[in-house]
């Protein structure tokens, strides 16, 4: 019998409507609207599974289940099933045309630092650092002394004058004051700031890479209690833009962090926990396996990917790139081909999909260098898959020559697989070498907005290979859409109209607006794959109120999300699901 029938809805493109109905949090049948069926038939066309707590997607991992493409990507008729009296017993809620969509996903979020982006005051307005001290100073006056003062979210890569330590110092008068950039790559904070968490800064006042990323995490050690309710808050601020599930990479060992929540009654997301290559060793021990369930979180919980950072960020110039940056250097890069090639080997033996973060041109370069050597060292030689990765890093560093001879085989069998976070920036030779080697490019498209003017400033030589998914998609890469949040809100229609207008409703035009996808493409990005429901889909779905496809760009950039089901409950709209 029917746990739900959604009446009266639309998939995205259609012109007429249909019937939806749940069991088990399984999507049974779609027919069209009116046909009338009883509780033999539904039984009979359930899907098999293990019951109620198959409630999450089957899947390999955070990767797409099919790639980012127009046209249908459905394999029959969305309606099926027969004429027959309707069941008594099922809760029907008719959605009076609304469109459904599958639920959206974020692949890239700072789950912490995303929650807590919302207690902190906010420099993104700032266009020079005079403007953000100006802030400083203002939010100085009206802030209690005796607990640090945080700022996010400054852009000095685009100011014309630069941080000073004795300028923040100058304005704080001795407050604790401490300002993470937009992209979490750097710190400007005072001489209090620096001494009280012990850390050494010089004339500039900023950290950069791993130091920020400390003190960053030093700055959100609050009691768990605390954090924990801010990540429920923005969970359901999510659940409210038809988000279902996130790839959680903040940095820390992230299992028990989620395991405590959920038991804790956090319900609004599921979450795929990535785990950082600090905890490689660890999570090798205890088995752990990228797409594997954890037990007793009823379904929301999943080992996530390997993340790795190989460079750091356009913001700070640290992205490492083949042309020098106007202030000079290349940017750096902060693991080795030869290193993050025994990385990729040593992540397919243990069953955990990397995630390489790279975004200059020139450490997208590395990373697919790396991945195409391990495939072909994994595919060389079977002995590869049993001995120690010291042992296949120094078998896949001495490859020769002909060996490359082979690379169309190995790589037609994809033996090592996994995803570039951001992709940034690309040189015209690589773009192709994403479908090749089976590599998705997991893409943040509301940067492009964001970076366009530190682009054209930065990286001005090879602007039109920054930010290019057109470009990605025509070579036939796979797209997966996130935020970076707290770097870019998490919002998938925030990214989606990105994607697909190169614009937002700001009064600027449009940014390089050749490389503008199809909001089809966009929302498959978002939906690991998918644009439709079909029947046998877990019940993770957003309910619209208008089609994705038709409404106009600035509707779509703020899609009014009536209702999110996950596995056929309501994580938002619950009145408007009410029998």
């Not at 099922?90 to 459904?100: H, K, P």
């Not at 697989?417 to 997991?442: K, P």
């Not at 697909?500 to 600027?508: E, F, K, Q, T, Y």
Request: aromatic share 6%; proline share 6%.
């Amino acid at each position: 019998m029917p746990d739900l029938v959604l009446r009266s809805v639309r998939q995205p493109g259609d012109a007429t409507v249909s019937d939806l109905y749940i069991t088990d949090g399984v999507v049974t049948h779609i027919v069209p609207a009116g046909t009338t069926m009883d509780a033999r038939a539904t039984d009979r066309h359930r899907p098999a599974h293990d019951g109620p707590d198959h409630d999450g997607p089957d899947h390999d991992g955070p990767a797409h289940d099919g790639p980012a493409h127009d046209g249908p990507d459905h394999d029959g008729p969305d309606h099926d099933g027969p004429t027959r009296p309707r069941p008594t017993h099922a809760r029907i809620v008719d959605l009076a045309g609304r469109t459904v969509i599958p639920g959206l996903w974020d692949e890239h979020v700072h789950m912490t630092q995303w929650a807590l982006a919302g207690a902190r005051f906010d420099l993104s307005a700032a266009a020079s650092a005079r403007e953000a001290l100006e802030l400083v100073r203002a939010q100085i006056i009206a802030d209690a002394p005796a607990t640090p003062l945080i700022g996010v979210r400054f852009r000095d890569a685009i100011w014309a004058d630069a941080p000073t330590l004795h300028d923040l110092d100058e304005v704080t008068q001795g407050h604790p004051t401490a300002l993470i950039s937009h992209d979490l790559h750097c710190v400007w904070l005072n001489s209090a700031a620096a001494e009280r968490f012990g850390v050494p800064v010089d004339a500039s006042g900023l950290l950069r890479e791993q130091a920020a990323f400390a003190l960053t995490i030093a700055l959100g050690q609050l009691p768990d209690a605390e954090v924990d309710a801010l990540a429920a808050q923005a969970g359901t601020r999510a659940a409210a833009r038809g988000v279902v599930g996130i790839v959680d990479f903040e940095m820390t060992w992230n299992r028990d962090v989620w395991q405590r929540r959920i038991s804790h009654g956090f319900n609004a997301l599921r979450v795929d926990a990535g785990i950082y290559l600090a905890d490689l060793d660890r999570a090798i021990a205890e088995r752990m396996h990228t797409g594997d369930r954890i037990a007793d979180t009823h379904g929301l919980l999943t080992v996530g990917p390997l993340k790795l950072l190989i460079d750091g960020s356009l913001n700070t110039r640290t992205a490492f790139c083949v042309d020098e940056y106007p202030v000079g250097g290349h940017g750096m890069l902060t693991v080795s081909e030869d290193e993050l090639t025994a990385i990729l080997l040593a992540a397919k033996r243990a069953a955990l999909l990397p995630a390489v973060h790279a975004i200059g041109d020139a450490a997208n370069t590395v990373a697919l260098n790396a991945f195409e050597r391990a495939a072909i060292a994994f595919e060389r030689d079977a002995d590869a898959r049993t001995p120690t990765a010291r042992g296949a890093a120094e078998h896949a560093q001495f490859l020769q020559p002909e060996d490359f001879a082979r690379a169309d085989a190995a790589l037609h069998s994809r033996a090592v697989v996994g995803r570039i976070e951001h992709a940034q920036f690309l040189r015209t030779e690589d773009f192709a070498r994403f479908a090749r080697l089976g590599v998705t490019a997991s893409v943040q498209p509301e940067h492009a907005l964001d970076d366009r003017d530190a682009v054209e400033l930065n990286w001005a030589a090879g602007a039109a290979r920054a930010f290019a998914l057109r470009s990605l998609l025509d070579a036939g890469a796979t797209l997966a859409f996130g935020s970076d949040a707290p770097v870019a809100p998490l919002d998938p229609f925030t990214a989606m109209s990105a994607a697909s207008s190169r614009a937002r409703s700001d009064g600027r035009g449009p940014w390089r607006p050749d490389q503008v996808i199809t909001r089809q493409q966009a929302l498959a990005a978002s939906a690991r794959g998918r644009t439709r429901l079909r029947v046998g889909d877990v019940a993770d779905i957003a309910v619209l109120d208008g089609d994705p496809l038709t409404v106009s760009d600035a509707t779509f950039e703020r899609m009014p999300v009536a209702a999110t089901l996950l596995a056929g409950r309501a994580t938002h709209g619950a009145a408007l699901l009410a029998p």
